[in-house]
């Protein structure tokens, strides 16, 4: 069974920094991302990387502030947020999947078996 565990979450003000990890209790997943929902909101699609190397790709809402790695190991997820705004301000979500999510649904939840059970990320202005 896989398990995720996401931590770094916490409070910073606007402009500052905060990196999230994800760590995997296995690394057989093929497709990996990063999902926020922010009080009141749907859950939103933030980045997704590839175990084939393919992308990484993002929304277009995070894009050039935040950045999608993993360890050479591929058991830890990494999300390094800069520039940080109040509307980032969410529960962030690790999910995963043995599947290669198509390209075109990487923003799908249901393309994500495995979830973890979320980081909490505030951002003052």
């Known amino acids: 069974q896989v398990r995720l565990v996401e931590s770094g979450g916490g409070s910073v003000q606007a402009g500052g920094s905060l990196k999230l990890s994800c760590v995997a209790s296995?690394?057989?997943?093929?497709?990996m991302a990063w999902f926020r929902q922010a009080p009141g909101k749907g859950r939103e699609w933030i980045a997704s990387?590839?175990?084939?190397?393919?992308?990484?790709y993002y929304a277009d809402s995070v894009k050039d502030r935040f950045t999608i790695s993993q360890d050479d190991a591929k058991t830890t997820l990494f999300l390094q947020m800069s520039s940080l705004k109040p509307e980032d301000t969410a529960m962030y979500y690790c999910?995963?999947?043995?599947?290669?999510?198509?390209?075109?649904?990487?923003?799908?939840?249901?393309?994500?078996?495995?979830w973890g059970q979320g980081t909490q990320v505030t951002v003052s202005s």
């Open positions: 999910a995963a999947s043995v599947e290669v999510v198509p390209i075109l649904r990487r923003a799908d939840q249901e393309w994500y078996p495995y």
């Open positions: 990387i590839y175990r084939s190397l393919i992308g990484p």
């Open positions: 296995q690394n057989f997943y093929r497709t």
